[in-house]
């Protein structure tokens, strides 16, 4: 009977104290775990004096920060003035010389039509002064051969009769061209005997 059930070891006196011992050993070991693992994830900071002095310290870099960007901000404002004024002079001066050329082109402009005016006035004036002139020489033209021919028609209206003058005009003529056909011996032999003789009818020419 022995053999068959062994006897169970029971635990001495004070047990109960051991296990207990024991548990809390366990307990204190998980716990001791658990802060070092929360102090790893989340470390001390320390907060006596550097929070204080990192703040102020942050806090003038900050400052510093501003005062520097408002500086720069100052010195590209300025260079910007600086630059704009540079632009409206340069824009000024450009102004300027456009004008100055406009004025000079105008000048050009005014005396190159002044010319043109000019020009064409003494064509002008030039045209009707030749015409003129030449009306003039040819109405004196005119007027001396219209005086020439008076005077010639005067002076052989006045020599002989009647039939010299034809015999004169027809010696003049001479034989008219086409006109070789027709036989004109006897019309002149009778022109030839009328010539000289102031009692022929006709001798004295046109009366009124």
Known sequence: MADKFPEIDTPAA???????????????????????EFKEQFPEVDTKAQPSGISVTKGADKYDDDDDEFEGFESSNGAAKELNLSESQAIKEWKQRRDLEIEEREKLNSKKKEEIIEKAKSTIDDFYENYNSKRDNHQKEILSEQEKFISKRDDFLKRGTLW???????????ELPGDESRDKTRFKELLTKLKGKENVPGAGGYQE
Request: no cysteine; net charge negative.
């Open 14 to 36: 004070g047990g109960d104290d051991d296990y207990e011992d024991q548990d809390k050993q366990v307990f204190q070991d998980d716990e001791d775990e658990e802060i070092n």
């Open 164 to 174: 010299d003058r034809v015999n004169e005009l027809v010696t003049e003529v001479g």
